[in-house]
């Protein structure tokens, strides 16, 4: 049974990696800009078509028809080579092998452009509209964005391998000496809780130690203030949303090799996402990420076959079962700020 | 000027002929066919006959949905006399003549259904009252299928159901308009059953993770009948939502379960999402029982082979159609369809492009649109050269019976194509079954008055 909920747990802390990183995003931009960005989960759709993208330039063929073979319908058939291993050899190959990883370095750009261009050129001009509008226009964003990935890569989900050295299972439980093959889990998943773990520090950081960071945390606290004191707390908050853009764009690349990114991606995850930022407590950074991991675990134990058995199909109502005991018992969530979205 | 009143005249003569007959019933066909014929829904009084075609172009199924629409407009084509007739050469018997249906040509409308059953209702309810389709077809759903056919029932048009493979759709919620040349669960389990006891033996444990709706569930019983049969013993069947993308917190619960067999009766991005996260759960890799842990996946298709990349390798299925075939029907099939797009049909464009030139004939055949002579034409057909051997359209539940493909993943691809192997050709004696088991009743023939 020990073997049992140690991998619930692990397979909780992977799945609240997910959730925390997309809802420390959404809390930014949230907490930032006072926008509730229904986009976000289109950012984590469009980061890991970044990894699709990447892989798809790397892996560039030259094409030449052979007449002498025909297709089964009759055409002459294409003889496809690849060209970064021409080139480069065995550095072409290991560049394929790594191409989800190496594709952050395009996503990082990439996303930073496309946050900062989504927030000047359409959500600044519904700041000062309610919510719902801001929410409309932000999902219409989202369904704008589905639809120009789906006309572009089509509906099907576009498999990303991970890297050779990083696949199958590792042995958890031969390492705590428990019975071998007892506790295995998919090392990339490992990989992917240690790399949300590792990106969330580094947001903590960059807003706790940088000069930058330290001012838009005063800007969160009272915009008008830091206003006064002469800086231009609108651009740092629209780096900020870059910045949001950037870290849902990580997310999304890094989920490739666990869900084959197709154009509703971002959608599986938005409403889940939207959960967890009113469990934790709208604008709380660390709030996000608490119940990013809680929700995750618990829903992962739900799905316990002892668990179902006692309570049928709790899996599917977890989530949003613990959001109404959270937000009855405390109503502005588990560190929720006095005076967010309270008139 | 005087009339003689002996004997009867001729008014009264025809006036007391029109009443026997009306009063015995058995009124003349051709009155009642030329009355019904101005009355049905959406009869096509112009030059042109609309087809509805119901697709799911997004949602789980969307890439299904994208080749049933290209086979769709294929067949249109085919059947107005473009294109190189496809499989107009070697249908047999046919009446088709390249001329249209009737002589009238042939145009279509479309609706996304987002493989929702609702959405998909609604769909056709607008392309029936709206646009005029006297035919609906597509779907790659069960729970779609069921809707829409009962839709149809209700409004007197015929359903030609596109992929739907639960044994509900012609079971117990089968409808006189509605006909399903696609293959169903229980054929699935009578074809794979005896491939599966011969590779992994007959002392397996087998856990169930399934699609929580109609298709799953059919699926999960009749693949669970098939191996129980075979003295394999089922440890836990688990429903899992439709369109789940992460399926990790339903897997981890396999690992120590004691089951040496996972069953995935997924379908599209599903099956892609479950089978590659199987894989990377490392469970082809694990030893249960003394024997290597396998994975079986009923219901599978080439374009969610591709989707599942290198994990497809060497896992068993079942499949309606494949494009590898070498009879005329297939080869013609894919000729045309390769020519058209740059890539072969899957099976979904296969059954969407049977389906429509069936109506086509049944309609041409009938001599009528009228929607109970057409089901009449139908019903108990029998047919060749569409690419599945001969093929009875069964007038009890409206069920194709016909040859089943056991296929099984590639492991040495030659192309992007090579994705599948058939394996066994299974013949339509074998997977041919009683259709009073699944129940159900047709209901009535004659149309609505009014749609």
């Known amino acids: 049974m020990f073997e049992v909920i140690l991998l619930q747990f692990l397979n909780g802390l992977d799945k609240g990696g997910a959730y925390a990183l997309i809802a420390l995003g959404l809390t930014l931009v949230f907490g930032t800009l006072g926008v509730v960005n229904f986009a976000h989960g289109a950012l984590f759709m469009l980061g890991a078509f970044c990894a699709v993208v990447f892989r798809q330039l790397i892996t560039l063929e030259t094409v030449t028809i052979d007449p002498d073979q025909l297709s089964p319908w009759g055409a002459p058939l294409e003889v496809h080579e690849p060209l970064v291993q021409a080139w480069f050899g065995d550095f072409g190959a290991v560049l394929v092998n790594y191409s989800v990883p190496l594709s952050l370095l395009l996503t990082v750009p990439v996303m930073l452009v496309i946050g900062i261009a989504m927030e000047r050129g359409i959500i600044k001009h519904f700041y000062k509209r309610p919510h719902a509008e801001q929410i409309l226009v932000t999902f219409g964003l989202a369904i704008v964005a589905q639809e120009i990935i789906k006309a572009i890569f089509g509906a099907n989900p576009i498999p990303q391998p991970m890297p050779v050295d990083l696949r199958g299972a590792a042995d958890i439980g031969a390492l705590i000496g428990l019975t071998p093959h007892a506790v295995s889990y998919p090392i990339w998943r490992l990989v992917y809780f240690l790399f949300s773990v590792a990106i969330i520090g580094a947001v903590f950081a960059f807003l706790r130690f940088t000069t930058f960071g330290m001012v838009v945390r005063a800007g969160m606290a009272d915009r008008e203030t830091v206003g006064l004191l002469g800086i231009n707390i609108d651009r740092r908050f629209t780096i900020m949303f870059g910045i949001a853009a950037i870290v849902a764009g990580m997310a999304g690349v890094m989920y490739t090799p666990i869900v084959p990114p197709n154009y509703q991606l971002g959608m599986n995850f938005l409403v889940l996402s939207f959960v967890v930022v009113v469990v934790g407590g709208m604008g709380s950074l660390p709030g996000a990420v608490l119940a990013g991991f809680l929700l995750g675990i618990l829903q992962s134990f739900a799905s316990m076959t002892q668990v179902k058995a006692l309570v049928p199909g709790i899996d599917q109502i977890i989530i949003y079962l613990v959001a109404v005991v959270v937000l009855l018992v405390r109503p502005r969530g588990l560190l929720g700020r006095r005076g967010m979205m309270e008139a | ?451």
Request: net charge negative; proline share 4%; charged share 20%.
């Open chain 2, 1 to 451: 000027m005087t009339y003689s009143r002996r004997g009867m005249s001729r008014r009264t003569l025809i006036k007391s002929g029109l009443a026997g007959v009306l009063a015995t019933g058995v009124s003349p066909y051709i009155f009642s066919r030329g009355a019904w014929a101005q009355e049905f829904c959406n009869n096509p009084t112009g030059d042109t006959v609309t087809l509805g075609l119901n697709l799911p172009l997004s949602g789980a199924y969307a890439e299904e949905g994208a080749d049933e629409q290209k086979a769709y407009e294929l067949a249109v084509q085919h059947l107005n006399g473009e294109g190189d007739g496809g499989l107009l050469n070697v249908f047999t018997p046919s009446s088709l003549k390249g001329n249209g249906i009737l002589g009238k040509r042939v145009a279509f409308v479309t609706s996304d259904s987002q493989t929702l059953a609702d959405v998909a209702r609604a769909g056709a309810t607008r392309m029936i009252e709206r646009d005029g389709a006297v035919m609906i077809t597509g779907g790659s759903s069960s729970a779609e299928a069921v809707a829409v056919q009962g839709l149809c029932q209700e409004m007197g048009v015929i359903f030609m159901a596109g992929l739907t493979h639960s044994n509900d759709t012609t079971g117990k919620d089968k409808k006189r308009y509605g006909f399903r040349h696609f293959f169903n669960a229980y054929q699935s389990g009578i074809a794979l059953g005896p491939v599966l006891g011969q590779e992994y033996g007959s002392d397996r444990r087998a856990y169930h993770l399934t699609a929580d709706y109609t298709w799953g569930w059919t699926q999960e019983e009749s693949i669970k009948a098939a191996t129980e049969e075979l003295g394999w013993e089922t440890v836990q069947t688990v429903r899992t939502p439709l369109g789940a993308a992460d399926f990790s917190q339903y897997l981890t619960p396999v690992l120590n379960s004691g089951a040496d067999v996972l069953i995935l009766n997924h379908y599209g991005n599903d099956m892609v999402n479950s089978l590659t996260q199987a894989v990377q759960f490392g469970l082809r890799e694990r030893q249960v029982n003394g024997k290597n842990f396998e994975i079986v996946v009923p219901l599978f298709s080439e374009l969610m082979a591709k989707g599942a990349g290198e994990n497809i390798k060497g896992i068993f299925g079942t499949s309606n159609w494949h494009w590898n075939l070498q009879d005329p029907g297939t080869v013609a099939f894919t000729k045309s369809f390769g020519a058209a797009y740059g890539s072969p049909p899957s099976q979904a464009a296969h059954t969407a492009y049977v389906q429509t030139l069936l109506y086509a004939d049944a309609v041409e055949r009938a001599g009528t649109f009228y929607p109970p002579e057409v089901i009449a034409a139908l019903e108990g057909f029998e047919f060749d050269g569409m690419g599945n051997g001969r093929t009875l359209y069964r007038a009890e539940d409206h069920q194709c019976i016909k040859s089943v493909l056991v296929v099984r993943g590639n492991e040495n691809p030659t192309n992007e194509f090579d994705v599948l192997n058939v394996v066994q050709e299974v013949g339509r004696d074998v997977v041919d079954y009683d259709p009073a088991i699944f129940g159900g009743e047709l209901g009535p023939a004659e149309p609505a008055p009014m749609c």
